[in-house]
């Protein structure tokens, strides 16, 4: 069974701080990495993806993947309050076994920036 | 205006009932997806679709059903075969070209009275 593991939180920041949530993937095979965010009632929104090791930025938010350890991050600078939300890990499994059209989704944290 | 949209947002059921949920997508995506969300849950894959006339499984199947005649459409039905069909359900599109990024449609909610 392939898993991807989330604290469920809640992060709890004050605004302008940077917020860090992570995610641990199981399969070592996994080929691409994703981060939604979802406010409260709402479908998840794509806030970026990754599919190399290291650093990738867009705006305020950056992800961070490390295959080796099986580890994906999303940080976020200078947090706003308009930043509260669940926030989602999603994998893209390996391109073996048939299954590459389906991604598998963490729990979600909730991140909750304080005013 | 473009997307996936998602019909009705909000449904009501009695206990017995089968139920239909629509989706539709101009996005021109390959695959379509159904997924369940309960309260502080996670998602949950019901049925996927790659292509027209073939669909998958997912995880939790049971009492659902699906088809997917066009390309455009993937309407899932809720049987009363399904316990607890109580949920937040949210279809998604995508397509191998963007690695297998999926977009979702705003939703349903549908509530068993």
């Known amino acids: 069974q392939k898993e991807v593991e989330q604290n469920s939180g809640p992060l709890s920041v004050p605004e302008g701080a940077i917020a860090s949530l992570n995610c641990t993937y199981s399969?070592?095979?996994?080929?691409?990495f994703f981060w939604y965010r979802q406010y409260s009632g709402k479908s998840p929104e794509l806030i970026m993806f990754?599919?190399?090791?290291g650093d990738k930025e867009d705006g305020r938010f950056t992800a961070q993947l490390n295959k080796a350890s099986q580890y994906v991050s999303l940080l976020i600078r200078d947090s706003q309050p308009s930043d509260s939300a669940t926030y989602l890990c999603?994998?893209?499994?390996?391109?073996?076994?048939?299954?590459?059209?389906?991604?598998?989704f963490g729990k979600g944290t909730l991140l909750t920036v304080n005013p | 205006d473009g997307g996936i949209t998602q019909s009705p947002k909000y449904l009501f059921r009695k206990e017995g009932q089968n139920v239909t949920l629509s989706c539709e997508q101009n996005?021109?995506?390959?695959?379509m997806y159904w997924y369940r969300q309960d309260p502080g849950q996670g998602l949950r894959l019901i049925y996927y679709?790659?292509?027209?006339?073939?669909?998958q499984k997912g995880d939790i199947a049971e009492g659902y059903s699906v088809s997917r005649e066009k390309k455009e459409s993937f309407p899932l039905t809720v049987t009363s075969a399904q316990k607890n069909p109580t949920a937040f359900y949210l279809c998604?599109?995508?397509?191998?070209?963007?690695?297998?990024?999926?977009?979702f449609g705003e939703g349903s909610w549908l509530t068993v009275v």
């Open positions: 999603a994998v893209n499994p390996s391109l073996s076994g048939g299954s590459n059209y389906k991604l598998t």
């Open positions: 399969d070592r095979g996994s080929q691409s």
């Open positions: 990754i599919y190399s090791n």
């Open positions: 996005l021109n995506h390959d695959a």
């Open positions: 679709s790659q292509i027209v006339n073939d669909f």
């Open positions: 998604a599109t995508g397509t191998l070209d963007s690695g297998n990024t999926i977009y």
